[in-house]
């Protein structure tokens, strides 16, 4: 009774309609149907799940496209320090703007958001329209114009690195210690 009388609310209200793509409880897809028991959304890898009506009026649900269907995703690259940062932000707007399924208006933006442990972090901010394209393809596509570019234009991706630094006012001492059968291999250094 309580989904037939969310169904009824549903097809009233209009929170959805079939097409619109929502996000529910983690689940992303496409409604496909709506019924009076129950909903379809077909999820992203092509299954279809079938949603008691009332979990959608009772739970926090997402509508991607309720009045506008361009969504803004994000990518995050960080670059090695000593990058010309200005160079970056360039390189990376021109490819955006080249790849034929990101929009053009909002125009994509590209941010310098932090200096990272091992890298200075940039985003770049685009806006698709998720009906009509995969924002993951975007996404990796994006990406691997990204790599190629940066290869091209000597730009260094960063990577976790760590400096070791040592004492050498004095000798570095090493001792090395049996193995016993018990106790797993240890090296001592003083």
């Not at 390189?91 to 208006?105: F, P, Q, S």
């Not at 125009?107 to 890298?119: I, R």
Request: aromatic share 8%; net charge negative.
């Amino acid at each position: 009774l309580k989904n037939f009388v969310c169904g009824i609310i549903i097809l009233f209200e209009r929170p959805f309609r079939v097409g619109d793509v929502l996000d529910v409880a983690g689940q992303r897809g496409t409604v496909s149907g709506i019924g009076i028991r129950s909903s379809v959304l077909q999820l992203w890898d092509g299954t279809e799940t079938l949603i008691p009506n009332s979990a959608l009026l009772e739970n926090n649900l997402t509508n991607w496209t309720y009045t506008n269907r361009v969504v803004r995703f994000t990518v995050t690259v960080g670059v090695a320090y000593g990058s010309d940062t200005r160079r970056v932000v360039q390189l990376m707007g021109e490819i955006a703007e080249r790849h034929g399924v990101v929009e053009k208006d909002p125009k994509p933006q590209v941010l310098f958001t932090n200096f990272g442990e091992s890298a200075l972090n940039f985003e770049l901010r685009f806006w698709v329209d998720v009906v009509k394209a995969n924002a993951a393809q975007v996404s990796s596509d994006l990406r691997q114009m990204i790599a190629g570019t940066f290869a091209e234009h000597m730009i260094v991706i960063a990577f976790p690195q760590r400096d070791l630094h040592l004492d050498v006012v004095r000798p570095l001492q090493v001792q090395v210690v049996p193995v016993s059968a018990a106790s797993p291999p240890a090296i001592e250094t003083g």
